[in-house]
């Protein structure tokens, strides 16, 4: 059986300038700080009306906006610093837990809202259980993928 080399594309970004892999990508923090910053301005702008108009404050969303923003970015650093095997580990036992969250949704636990139970309420916060569903199915097929690619049947 005779395995064909794959060409792959020239290394981009700070793989091309020789710096190593496990340091951040500037122009990617870059872009992710601009693309906040301009995401929370729009937001602000959309959403100071409907907080004065609510009674909740013309801040009100912006400050919800930026809490979220804080979780996101605490998210991405644990994400980025944990080692790939170790989401590879948890792949299937977060599934088996999501699908289990899943089911309990449905039963008078879950929070309805406008005719629809999907989520569950844990203080100021609402949790979305298939949106834990999706990190742990992309996890686990990008794992199935990456033991079956090409390039690890080299010898």
Not at 17 to 40: K, Y
Not at 64 to 82: E, H, K, P, S
Not at 113 to 130: C, D, E, K, T
């Amino acid at each position: 059986m005779v395995v064909e080399r794959i060409a792959l594309p020239a290394a981009t970004g700070s793989a091309q300038r020789g710096e190593s892999s496990n340091q951040p990508d500037g122009v990617l923090i870059a872009t992710l700080v601009t693309l906040l910053f301009f995401g929370t301005l729009v937001q602000f702008s959309a959403s100071y009306a409907a907080g004065i108009r609510d009674d909740l404050g013309g801040l009100y969303y912006l400050k919800r906006q930026l809490v979220a923003a804080c979780f996101g970015i605490v998210a991405l650093v644990v994400g980025a610093t944990v080692d790939y095997r170790t989401w590879r580990r948890i792949s299937v036992p977060a599934m088996a837990v999501t699908l289990i969250l899943l089911l309990l949704v449905v039963l008078p636990i879950g929070h309805t809202a406008y005719g629809a139970r999907r989520w569950f309420n844990l203080g100021p916060i609402q949790v979305q259980p298939s949106e834990i569903m999706k990190f742990a199915t992309r996890e686990r097929r990008s794992s199935d993928s990456g033991r079956n690619s090409p390039r690890r049947a080299r010898s």
